[in-house]
């Protein structure tokens, strides 16, 4: 038990650490368009190993769930799921997003429409790039898109299905009849920020003019498109215009946490307050068409719900006391790795090439520390090196339940790119984290419970007493049962007892047969 300064009177207690390593899920996703041309690299075996096949040679990798290509949206929910109950319970969550560009890692968090969403305006894609790329749906009129369809759609990804699970746990707990003398109240709270060239911007805040010359939110560059034709399109770069002022982290030295002070909380009364948050953040991120996928997020996003329950009872001396859980769950769809020969020959702009370099910095500095913590002994970890690792430092081994979803794509030509993943991931797999329940007590119920403990206790003492005496009668009343030696009161009061046993077989006669009573009722204790 520990006393919170920020708490007044009100004593922060966490429960036993739970010691688990970092859970890790691999999705391959299907072959699109030119794509099923090409030999296949990766192969799902019993659901738990993949076969990558390469030049060199094939390994086999093992992870905790591996889903092929058929995998649905609802399948892989299922990674999730455990992660939502221990949320509903007081501990914090975390899932990550980790791929190549174009492997589904914003499907996979956030769906088909939300991932629509993400193109902003209709300028955000080439019209050679619509129609070339397989698979791409865009829509014309982004507006038309409402909160019933982002809510009803089948295709919803693992951040829509847990918001229901969430709310529909909110509602039963709500309209339940509680213990007499009890209330509870729930209150869902979330923020949306994005790490974008190593800057924290919030996507839910209000917008601010650093370039007040610049009169579009998008700007012409070169890409290719999949065919490998070079065109022109108009690319989405929300920082351009209608610049979103940047945030600083900030560590709480008393608590140990790091926050973003300034950004944007939205209190959540239902799912349809999630989805708009969800709807309006998407918007804003930065994406842009790129060599390997015509619809890249260029930035780091971190979706953050906060449940906050506070548990109102009447102990039994009629005093009143408040007991509060707070958990916290991130979404971190992690911006698409790529690796810069696949760039050969483009006329990259600056802005370009500043992006790729950011991207491929932050995800280098979240590979050292998993290497860092993977390895036993390790004092030093490089949370500092990047935002990214920084903010999200606690996910990495700390308080935090913490799983990671490694995306591939299945052909030939991103062999290379899935070996790295898959190395990336099986580290990940060796870090350990350390998750508690985060609840703050009155006193008053703290001394309730260890009362009810004690006397759990004393009942238990009392039982294996009985036991330990009823035993020792048997023994002396059954037929050619060792022959009890003389035992003070005192002796029998702390349960140790002795007995000579005869045995005929025995050419020494006898032995010393002792038992201590008060060790095995201590042990319970």
């Known amino acids: 038990v520990k006393r919170s300064a920020s ?30 041309e090409e030999l296949v690299a990766l192969e799902a075996v019993d659901g738990h190993m993949v076969v990558l096949r390469k030049d060199l040679g094939t390994d086999i990798c093992s992870f905790d769930r591996v889903f ?38 914003t499907y996979t968090l956030s769906g088909r ?13 080439s019209e050679s790039s619509l129609h070339s790329t397989p698979g791409l749906q865009h829509r014309r009129n982004l507006d038309a898109i409402t909160l019933d369809e982002l809510a009803s759609d089948p295709e919803k990804g693992i951040v829509g299905r847990a918001v229901e699970e969430i709310f529909g746990y909110m509602g039963s707990r709500a309209g339940s009849p509680h213990t007499p003398g009890s209330h509870v109240e729930m209150e869902l709270s979330c923020s949306y920020v994005e790490i974008y060239q190593e800057r924290i911007y919030d996507l839910l805040g209000a917008l601010s003019l650093e370039q007040p010359g610049t009169s579009t939110s998008s700007v012409v560059d070169w890409v290719r498109t999949p065919t490998g034709s070079k065109t022109q399109a108009r690319v989405r770069l929300p920082h351009t215009r209608a610049v979103m002022k940047s945030l600083e ?3 709480d030295p008393r608590k140990g946490e790091v926050s973003v002070p300034g950004v944007t909380w939205v209190s959540c009364e239902s799912e349809t307050d999630v989805y708009n948050v969800l709807r309006e953040g ?38 009143p006391s408040v007991t509060t859980l707070r958990s916290k769950f991130n979404f971190v769809d992690l911006a698409g790795s790529e690796k810069w020969k696949v760039h050969s020959g483009a006329d990259m702009s600056e802005s370009r090439v500043s992006e790729l370099t950011s991207i491929n910095q932050s995800l280098s500095a979240l590979g050292n520390c998993i290497n860092a913590l993977s390895q036993r002994g390790r004092s030093h970890i490089p949370f500092r090196d990047s935002k990214l690792t920084r903010l999200l430092a606690d996910s990495l081994g700390g308080n935090t339940k913490t799983t990671f979803i490694a995306t591939l794509a299945p052909t030939e030509s991103a062999a290379e790119e899935s070996y790295s993943t898959l190395k990336f991931a099986l580290r990940a797999q060796r870090v350990v984290s350390h998750a508690v329940v985060n609840e703050s007590l009155d006193p008053e119920v703290l001394l309730e419970r260890y009362r009810e403990e004690i006397t759990r206790l004393r009942s238990r003492v009392c039982s294996l007493e009985a036991e330990l005496k009823e035993s020792s009668m048997h023994r002396t009343s059954s037929p050619g049962s060792p022959v009890r030696s003389p035992i003070s009161t005192e002796r029998q009061q702390g349960m140790t007892w002795s007995a000579v046993e005869t045995s005929p077989a025995s050419s020494t006669g006898s032995f010393l047969h002792t038992v201590s009573g008060s060790a095995a009722g201590t042990s319970e204790l």
């Open 68 to 105: 092929d290509e058929s995998a649905s949206q609802d399948e892989m929910y299922s990674v999730a799921q455990g992660l939502v109950s221990s949320f509903l319970s007081g501990v914090n969550c975390t899932i990550f997003a980790y791929g190549q560009t174009g492997t589904g890692k």
């Open 282 to 319: 998407a918007k804003r991120r930065a994406i842009s068409s790129t060599t390997m996928n015509v619809r890249s997020s260029r930035s780091h996003t971190v979706l953050q719900l906060v449940l906050q329950q506070k548990h109102s009872t009447t102990l039994s001396n009629a005093k």
């Open 113 to 125: 429409l939300l991932m629509e969403l993400c193109d902003g305006d209709s300028a955000s894609v």
């Open 7 to 36: 708490q007044g009177r009100c004593a922060e207690r966490v429960w036993m650490a739970s010691v688990e390593r970092v859970c890790v899920a691999v999705r391959i996703r299907p072959a699109l368009g030119e794509e099923c």
């Open 249 to 251: 982290i900030r560590e």
